[in-house]
């Protein structure tokens, strides 16, 4: 931050909730607009089981001109659980930009989680300014996590450019066509002894499952029956689907899902998905789809680091690449190799605050 400067850079509380939301809407609009309702910063800032928030703000004659906010996260990281955050939210004023205020926020949230004891920090960025704010301070970029997509209804994705419903049907099915043929037609599996289930409350078996899941992947956000309630069952304006798999009366794994408008489609979304092996991985999948067609979408989509092996698992059951891609960057006090590794992380939707 430049010299001479009237600002002030200092923590937030909720006392300052008017003056974030209303810099929020200057700044994102009507863009995810349930952010604007007091409960949704609530939920995310006040009731989050890892803590409450630490939220920083940069304010010129008592009007908040800037804003950042570190969300306490748990992580698995080789199977040791330790503190991290999401941190989300960078706004600036549009009169204030490129005047040194997000790189201000960004320093002061780096020591905020230091004095904390958080080992390290995320962040996705798709907007170019917070990225260099971000990098400007230390921050590294990780891997980028490409969106996803697979098509429901080949109709629905072509008439969203040409609406003319005949044509659309027309240039659709040839669509089709030729994805079955690099594809192959889709023949649904059985699995033997695998019964997914669509659930409304978290039981005791996802504690059980997620002691078995713990050690699948280098680092992954803590998935336990605390954390899933809050995250899906206890949001105040989001709608989540959850389905269960269960092998012999054993919990195997679960997907979650949303429909939303995804890169201008009517479409539903994958937002979390773990499963303890290949084929519970696949019949959960198949529910995804078999869901998303009955909710009348055009497109299923998913992220995930590219170097997983969600990745290549869901390319061959027939998902395809799309424009949009997430990065993912990191800020760690400790400097271990294994957080700036590619392969290491597992991320999903569910790991960030978009979706």
Known sequence: MQ???????????EEDLKGILS?????????????????FWRWQVRQNPDGAAWIYLVEDRDKIIGHLADLPKRFSVRGRIVLGTLTHDMMVHPDYRRRGVSTATARLGICKVEKEKGEFMTAYSIQVESLNSLLKVGWKQVVRLPVLVFPIRFYGVVDRYLHFKLVSVLIGGIARFFYCILFGRRKKKKGNGVEIKRIHELDEPFDLFWEKAISLYPIMGVRDRTYLNWRYLQHPTRNYVIYRALERGEMKGYIVLRKVELLNFNSAVIVDLLALDSEIL????????????????DLLGFIVPKPHPYYHSLRKEGFLPSFKTFQLLVYSHRKEEILFDPRGWYLTWGDTDVI
Do not use: A, C, Y
């Open 3 to 13: 010299k001479n400067q009237p600002w002030v850079v200092r923590d937030g509380s």
């Open 23 to 39: 810099l929020r809407k200057i700044v994102f609009g009507e863009m995810e607009e349930d952010k604007l309702d007091p409960s």
């Open 282 to 297: 696949h019949q959960l999948v198949e529910k995804g789809i078999e869901h998303s067609r009955q909710e009348g979408t």
